[in-house]
């Protein structure tokens, strides 16, 4: 199957760091994708890591995979108020449905003052 | 590149009337999706096209959904007749996989409200 899951909910304090955790079940993924969405817009790329590699860091936000449980996590260090908004995992998978991405519900992030 | 371009970006509408949602993807761009999002349902997956051809439309609700992509450049989304439930956010996406990736870049999204 390709479900992707996520919690709907996650909130923090400002400057603290933010994990937003992500699963999914197709282990021949090839790109998993995080995407952030603001209010009243659509989805942005935020970061992505290729399926055989374990880490990515890009300035504050750090890219965790484990293959073997097929868990996928977003660190956002120093957490601001403009981070505020809905992170969305998604799967790209080899075969026929190359091309397609399998998003998960999406977490809701909201930071605190 | 102006990224992928919605129209409208906003529609009210009353039951029973007919809807057309257009996108325009990045030009060269070979995919193209058709996505809803909902409070209740989250981001679903209506209809994707690679190069013009419908691949998977699985994810249309009922027959009242059809969507078309004459050519390379343009894509509609239309709803005849609407129902208060299909009041969504209807968000356009393309990417190239031709080109090597599988990221796909958003469209604004339209807003549609059926009263």
């Known amino acids: 199957g390709e479900d992707v899951e996520q919690s709907l909910f996650l909130s923090v304090r400002e400057g603290d760091s933010s994990v937003i955790n992500c699963t999914y079940t197709?282990?021949?993924?090839?790109?998993l994708y995080w995407y952030k969405q603001e209010p009243g817009a659509g989805l942005q790329l935020l970061t992505y890591?290729?399926?055989?590699?374990d880490m990515k860091q890009d300035q504050r936000l750090t890219v965790l995979l484990n293959k073997k449980d097929k868990h996928l996590s977003l660190r956002i260090a120093d957490t601001q108020t403009g981070d505020s908004a809905i992170y969305f995992c998604?799967?790209?998978?080899?075969?026929?449905?190359?091309?397609?991405?399998?998003f998960g519900r999406g977490t809701q992030l909201t930071v605190w003052p | 590149d102006a990224g992928v371009i919605q129209s409208p970006r906003h529609e009210v509408t009353e039951m029973g009337q007919e809807v057309t949602l257009r996108c325009k993807p990045i030009?060269?761009?070979?995919?193209l999706f058709w996505y809803r999002q909902t409070m209740m349902r989250g981001l679903e997956l209506l209809i994707y096209?690679?190069?013009?051809?419908?691949?998977?439309d699985s994810g249309m609700p009922e027959d009242r959904f059809s969507a078309k992509m004459p050519n390379a450049s343009f894509s509609t989304l239309k709803i005849q007749p609407s129902e208060p439930r299909d009041s969504a956010v209807y968000f356009c996406?393309?990417?190239?996989?031709?080109?090597?990736?599988?990221?796909?870049?958003f469209g604004p999204g339209t807003r549609l409200t059926v009263l």
């Open positions: 096209f690679n190069n013009n051809v419908p691949i998977d």
């Open positions: 890591i290729f399926s055989n590699m």
């Open positions: 197709d282990s021949s993924s090839t790109y």
């Open positions: 996406a393309s990417s190239s996989v031709r080109l090597g990736g599988t990221e796909q870049f």
């Open positions: 998604a799967e790209s998978i080899r075969g026929s449905t190359l091309g397609r991405l399998y």
């Open positions: 030009s060269g761009h070979d995919y």
